[in-house]
C-alpha cells in the first residue's frame, strides 16, 4: 500500500511530468476541439515523438492529451454544433440550443465542472476495482454487443428532434452508408462498384462532419442578416446547488460511462449517447425541455464520456485489451518502450498503474483550471459575425477530413454530405440519426453475425441465447423496458410530461 | 527537461526547415504511409523502427496511417506515386493475398522490398476452461464433434490460413466466428464466447504467459525462445512442416523501378536501425523475431510467402481466383 | 437572383437572434414544403437501389454479408412510402413558394457553386492557394463586396492558423 502511494506521488515530485501535463491537458484542448484532428491522432503522433524520451515523461503528455481531448470534442459542439468528436454529438443536443440562447459561457462551465468530477469518479474506479471490472467485461458476448448496438439504435428517436419515422429514416440511410465497403469478415465487397476508394469504406468521422459542420454553415446562410447571438458571460462557474442537485446525476451518468468505457471495442461516443437517452427518459423535471437546452442534457452525456477515460484504461492496464482508439495507441508505446503489456503488467511493473492513475488525476485538475479560464475566449468565438466564421468553419472542416486518412476523396464525401445534411435538415430529417446509424451499424451487423454464427446459423439457437446467459437476458429486459417507456402508458402512470 | 526542450525544438526546426544540404539522396524529407490504422502491429513496427531510420538517412519520414482494404489503399497510394523512394510503405504480409482474394491487382511484384524487418509466428490457443490439454486433444475433438468455435479474423488473415493448414493435413473443419483482428479474437477466447483460435504469438504470449490463454503448439519447427513450454507443431505432427516457415510480417517497401543507388541507401539505413538496441527490445517484447532480408533475398522470401499462402487458401475454398491464374507457383511437398 | 429576404415559409424573423424552438414534443407542420414528396421518393429509391444491390452479395444463411443491407433497404422503403403517404394527406405547399427558391436561397446558391469549384480546383492549385480563394471570395461575397481588405487579411491569418497547425504540428501532408 505504502508502496502504492509511493508510485502514485512520482509525477507530483517530477516538475517535468506536470509541465508535460499541464502542456498535454492544454493542447488537447485544442486537439478535441478541432473536428477532425482526434486524440487517437495526437497520441500516435506522440509516439514518434516521444521515442526518445523516457516512458513516464512519453506518458505523463499522452494521459495529459486524453483528458483534455476529450473535454475539447464539447467546446466546438456547443458553440458551433460542430461535434469535435463523435463523444460530443450528445453534448451538441442540448448544448446548441444553449449557446444559441446565449449561454454559450453556462453550457461550457457547467460542462467543465460535471466533467472534471466524472474523470475523477472514472479514476477511483479504475484504481479501487480495475480488476473486477476487466473480468465482467470479458463475459460480454457478442450477442451483447449486439444489444448494445440496439439500444443505441434506440435512441433514433429521441435525439431527431421532429418527426420520429423521419429520424428512423435517416438513421437506417445511415446504417445502409455504414455498409459501404469490405466486409472485416469475409472480405465481400459490399456497394463498393470496384472503386478502391469505396472499398476502404466511408468513416463516420467524416460524415459527421459533413453532416454537422458543413450543413450547419448552408443551412445558417438561408438567413441572411442573422445576427450572432450575444453572449451573457457572468456566472460561468454553476453555484454549488446546482452542482448538487445534478449530483446523483452525474455519479449515474460517470458510472455508467466507466462501464461502457472499460467494455472493449465500445467507447466515450456509445456511452455519452446512452447516459442522454437515460436522462432524458429519468428526468422528470428538466430544467427545460430535453432538445431545446436542458442543462441535464449536457450533465449527463458529458460525465459519461469523461467516465469513459478512466474506464478505457481498465482493460489496458489490468489485461493488455485496449478499452479503446487511444489505448490501444498507448498499448502501443508500451510496447516500444521495451514494456510488456499483458495480464501481468500490473504484477510486473505495479509502478506503472499507480503513475497512470495519478497522472489522470492531474490531468484532471489542470483541466479544471485550463478549461475555466479558456471559457470566455472559446465563448466570443460565436460573437464573431457569421460571414466570417463560416468560410472558416468550412476550411477547417476541409482539412480536418483530410487529416483522419489523409485522403482527398475523403474530403469529397464530407462536402456531399454536408449538402445531403443541408436537404435533410430543409425536410426535418434529422441529421444525427444518421450519424448514429453509421456509427452503430457496423457494430450491429458483425455482432448480429457473429452470434449467428455461433448458433451455427440456426435461428432458434439465435433466440435462445439471449434468455439463457444472464447478462443477454439483463440486457434484453432493459431493451423491452426502453420501448415500453416510450409508450403512453408508462408515461402516464410515471407522470412524465 | 533541458533535453525534451531541445528534443522539441530539434524536431521542430527539422520539420520547419526540412531542406537538406546533401545533394545526393535523400535531400528532403521522406513520406512513410501505413497500411494498417494506429496502434496494430504494422503501426508499432513503423513507429518504433522510424525514429532510428531517420538517424541514419539524415532526414525526416512523415509517418501516416493510411488503412483500408486489408491495406491495399495504401498499396495502391504507393503504386500511383513516383517510383523516387521517397514515398515509404510499412506493411504486412497482406499484399500477398491481394490477388486471389480479388482485393486488387496489386501484388509484391509491384513493390521493391527496403527490408523485412520482423517476423512472427502463429500460436494455436484455446481458453484454459476448454478441455484440450494438446494438439492431439483438439484434433480429436474436432474429428469426433464439428461443433468446436474458432475464432477468425476474416477470410485471408493469418487465423484463417492456419486453419486451412488444419483442414487439409487433419481434414477437420470448425465453426468460425469472425471478429475484426487478432485483438478482438483473443478478447474473446479468453471470455469463453470462442474455443480456439490460432493468434500471432506477438498478441498472445502474454496472455499465454499469465494463464490467461493455453497455447497447444506453435506453428515453426522449432519452440520458440518466449514460449520454451509449448511444443512446436513439427514436433506433434511433422507434416506441417511443407508449409514452414510461415507467419506473420512488417517490412518496408517502396515502388518497383525505384532505382537502385536509392534502394541500397534506403535498405542500409533501415538495416541498420535493426541493430540499435532500443529496436531489439521492442523486438523481444513484442514477441517477433529479426528477419532482416533485403535485396534478392527479400524478394526471394516474399516469393515464398505468397505461393505457400495463397494455394492454401485456394485449396481451402476461401480464394475468388486460382493462384494459377497468376503464375503463381504451387509450394513443394 | 433577388436577395433572399422575406422567404416563404420557415426560419425565425431576421435581425434577431435565434429563438430556441420546442421541439421536445413533435408536432406535425399543416402545410407540406415544397418538394417534401421529392424527398420522400429519393429516400425511397435509395432504399430500392440499396435492396437491388444487395441481391447480388452473398446470402442463403442468416449470418450471409447480404442480411443487413436488405434489413436496412426494406425499412428505408417502407418508411419513405410511409412519409410519402403522410405528406400527402397534409395541405399543398403555399403558392408563392417555388421548389427552386424553397431549396436554393441565392447565399445558398453561391455558397455551393463556390464549394464545387473548389473541389474542382483543389487537386489543381492545392491545398493552400484554393482555400484561401475559397475564403476570400466567400467572405466577400457574404459582406456584400464590403470589407474587402478585412477578408483578405482573416482569410490569411485563418489559413496560417490552420496550414501552422495541421502542417507543422501535426505532420498533415496537406493535399
Not at chain 1, 107 to 112: D, F, K, Q, R
Not at chain 2, 304 to 322: C, H, P, R, V
Amino acid at each position: 500500500m505504502e508502496q502504492n502511494l509511493q508510485y502514485f506521488l512520482i509525477p507530483f515530485l517530477n516538475w517535468e511530468m506536470m509541465l508535460l501535463i499541464w502542456v498535454g491537458v492544454f493542447a488537447g484542448i485544442w486537439v478535441g476541439a478541432i473536428p477532425g484532428l482526434s486524440v487517437t491522432m495526437a497520441a500516435s503522433l506522440l509516439i514518434s515523438f516521444t521515442f526518445s524520451w523516457d516512458i513516464n515523461s512519453a506518458l505523463a503528455l499522452i494521459c495529459g492529451v486524453f483528458v483534455g481531448g476529450v473535454y475539447g470534442g464539447s467546446i466546438t459542439a456547443i458553440l458551433l454544433n460542430i461535434p469535435g468528436a463523435p463523444a460530443a454529438i450528445a453534448t451538441g443536443i442540448e448544448g446548441y440550443p444553449l449557446a444559441q440562447r446565449g449561454e454559450a459561457g453556462k453550457a461550457i462551465g457547467l460542462c467543465t465542472t460535471v466533467s472534471v468530477f466524472a474523470s475523477f469518479v472514472g479514476i477511483i474506479v479504475l484504481a479501487v476495482a480495475a480488476p473486477v471490472i476487466a473480468n465482467f467485461s470479458l463475459k460480454f458476448a457478442p450477442r451483447d454487443f449486439f444489444l448494445l448496438a440496439v439500444m443505441g439504435i434506440l435512441l433514433i428517436g429521441s435525439i431527431g428532434g421532429g418527426d420520429p419515422v423521419k429520424g428512423i429514416t435517416a438513421g437506417a440511410i445511415g446504417i445502409l452508408i455504414s455498409m459501404v465497403g469490405m466486409d472485416p469478415s469475409t472480405g465481400e465487397m459490399r456497394y463498393t462498384f470496384g472503386n478502391i476508394y469505396l472499398m476502404a469504406g466511408i468513416s463516420f468521422v467524416t460524415a459527421m462532419i459533413g453532416l454537422f459542420g458543413v450543413s450547419e454553415a448552408l443551412t445558417q446562410f438561408r438567413q441572411a442578416g442573422l445576427k450572432s447571438p450575444k453572449q451573457n458571460l457572468d456566472r460561468i462557474i454553476p453555484s454549488w446547488a446546482t452542482f448538487v442537485k445534478y449530483l446523483p446525476l452525474s455519479i449515474r451518468s460517470s458510472l455508467l460511462g466507466v462501464f461502457i468505457g472499460a467494455l472493449p471495442g465500445t467507447g466515450g461516443d456509445v456511452a455519452a449517447l446512452l447516459a442522454y437517452d437515460q436522462a432524458k427518459r429519468s428526468v422528470r423535471n428538466p430544467s427545460r425541455p430535453f432538445g431545446t437546452g436542458a442543462y441535464e442534457g449536457i450533465v449527463a452525456p458529458e460525465t459519461a464520456n469523461k467516465g469513459a477515460i478512466g474506464g478505457a484504461f481498465i482493460p489496458m492496464l489490468t489485461l493488455g485489451i485496449p478499452g479503446d482508439a487511444v489505448t490501444a495507441i498507448i498499448i502501443g508505446a508500451l510496447y516500444i518502450h521495451g514494456l510488456k503489456p499483458g495480464p501481468m503488467l500490473m504484477i510486473e511493473t505495479p509502478h506503472l498503474f499507480w503513475m497512470i492513475v495519478s497522472c489522470l488525476s492531474i490531468s484532471s485538475i489542470a483541466l479544471l483550471v485550463l478549461g475555466l479560464i479558456s471559457v470566455k475566449p472559446f465563448a466570443k468565438i460565436i460573437e464573431i459575425p457569421k460571414e466570417i466564421i463560416m468560410p472558416v468553419v468550412i476550411i477547417l472542416s476541409v482539412i480536418g477530413t483530410y487529416a483522419i486518412q489523409n485522403s482527398v476523396v475523403d474530403i469529397f464525401y464530407m462536402i456531399g454530405f454536408g449538402i445531403i445534411g443541408y436537404f435533410m435538415r430543409l425536410y426535418g430529417y434529422a441529421t444525427g440519426p444518421m450519424v448514429l446509424g453509421l456509427i452503430l451499424g457496423p457494430m450491429l451487423d458483425a455482432n448480429y453475425r457473429r452470434t449467428m454464427q455461433g448458433a451455427e446459423d440456426q435461428f432458434l439457437p439465435f433466440l435462445q441465447g439471449f434468455v439463457t446467459s444472464p447478462i443477454s437476458l439483463f440486457l434484453t429486459l432493459a431493451i423491452v423496458f426502453l420501448v415500453f417507456s416510450q409508450t403512453a402508458v408508462y408515461r402516464r402512470w410515471r407522470g412524465i410530461q | 527537461m533541458k533535453r525534451t526542450f531541445i528534443g522539441i525544438l530539434s524536431v521542430l526546426l527539422l520539420v520547419v526547415f526540412a531542406v537538406s544540404a546533401f545533394a545526393a539522396f535523400p535531400e528532403k524529407s521522406l513520406q512513410g504511409v501505413i497500411m494498417w490504422g494506429a496502434g496494430g502491429g504494422t503501426d508499432n513496427f513503423a513507429r518504433a523502427i522510424t525514429p532510428i531510420a531517420e538517424k541514419n538517412l539524415g532526414q525526416n519520414i512523415v509517418l501516416q496511417n493510411k488503412p483500408g482494404a486489408s491495406g491495399a489503399v495504401a498499396t495502391t497510394v504507393l503504386v500511383n506515386s513516383p517510383a523516387d523512394g521517397y514515398t515509404l510503405l510499412y506493411g504486412a504480409e497482406n499484399p500477398a493475398n491481394y490477388r486471389v482474394l480479388g482485393l486488387s491487382e496489386l501484388s509484391f511484384h509491384d513493390l521493391q522490398p527496403i527490408l523485412i524487418g520482423v517476423e512472427g509466428a502463429v500460436v494455436i490457443c484455446v481458453n484454459p476452461e476448454t478441455p484440450y490439454q494438446t494438439m492431439e486433444d483438439l484434433v480429436e475433438a474436432a474429428k469426433a464433434d464439428k461443433k468446436i468455435k474458432m475464432g477468425n479474423s476474416g477470410v485471408g488473415g493469418l487465423p484463417y490460413v492456419a486453419g486451412a493448414m488444419m483442414k487439409g493435413i487433419h481434414g477437420i473443419d470448425f465453426n468460425y466466428i469472425q471478429f475484426d483482428g487478432d485483438g478482438p479474437g483473443a478478447t474473446a477466447l479468453m471470455g469463453g464466447h470462442v474455443a480456439v483460435m490460432p493468434l500471432a504469438l506477438s498478441t498472445s504470449v502474454e496472455y499465454i504467459r499469465s494463464g490467461r490463454l493455453r497455447g497447444l503448439a506453435v506453428l515453426t519447427t522449432k519452440r520458440v525462445p518466449q514460449l520454451p513450454d509449448v511444443p512446436a507443431i513439427t514436433e506433434i505432427y511433422p507434416e506441417y512442416a511443407q508449409f514452414l516457415p510461415w507467419g506473420p510480417f512488417y517490412g518496408v517497401f517502396v515502388k518497383k523501378g525505384t532505382p537502385d543507388d536509392v534502394v541500397e541507401t534506403l535498405s542500409s539505413a533501415f538495416s541498420k536501425a535493426m541493430d540499435d538496441p532500443r529496436f531489439e527490445e521492442y523486438v523481444k517484447n513484442s514477441g517477433g523475431f529479426k528477419n532482416g532480408a533485403t535485396g534478392a533475398e527479400a524478394v526471394q522470401f516474399l516469393e515464398k510467402f505468397e505461393s505457400t499462402a495463397s494455394w492454401l487458401i485456394y485449396n481451402a475454398g476461401g480464394a475468388k481466383k486460382s493462384p494459377a491464374d497468376f503464375n503463381i507457383p504451387e509450394p513443394k511437398k | 437572383m433577388e436577395e433572399p429576404k422575406g422567404m416563404a415559409g420557415n426560419g425565425p424573423a431576421q435581425g434577431t437572434s435565434l429563438p430556441a424552438k420546442d421541439i421536445s414534443k413533435y408536432v406535425p407542420e399543416t402545410r407540406r414544403k415544397p418538394g417534401e414528396l421529392g424527398i420522400a421518393l429519393v429516400a425511397f429509391l435509395i432504399g430500392a437501389l440499396g435492396y437491388y444491390f444487395a441481391l447480388g452479395m452473398t446470402s442463403g444463411k442468416f449470418s450471409s454479408p447480404s442480411v443487413f443491407p436488405k434489413l436496412a433497404s426494406a425499412l428505408i422503403m417502407a418508411l419513405s412510402a410511409f412519409n410519402f403517404v403522410k405528406a400527402l394527406h397534409r395541405d399543398k405547399p403555399e403558392e408563392s413558394s417555388s421548389l427552386g427558391r424553397y431549396l436554393f436561397p441565392a447565399d445558398v446558391v453561391v455558397i455551393l457553386l463556390l464549394l464545387v469549384a473548389y473541389c474542382v480546383v483543389l487537386p489543381r492549385l492545392h491545398f493552400i492557394a484554393s482555400s484561401y480563394l475559397f475564403m476570400v471570395l466567400a467572405m466577400v461575397y457574404l459582406q456584400r463586396g464590403k470589407k474587402i481588405l478585412r477578408a483578405v487579411l482573416v482569410s490569411a491569418l485563418a489559413l496560417a492558423v490552420l496550414v501552422a497547425v495541421f502542417r507543422y504540428l501535426f505532420l498533415v501532408i496537406l493535399p
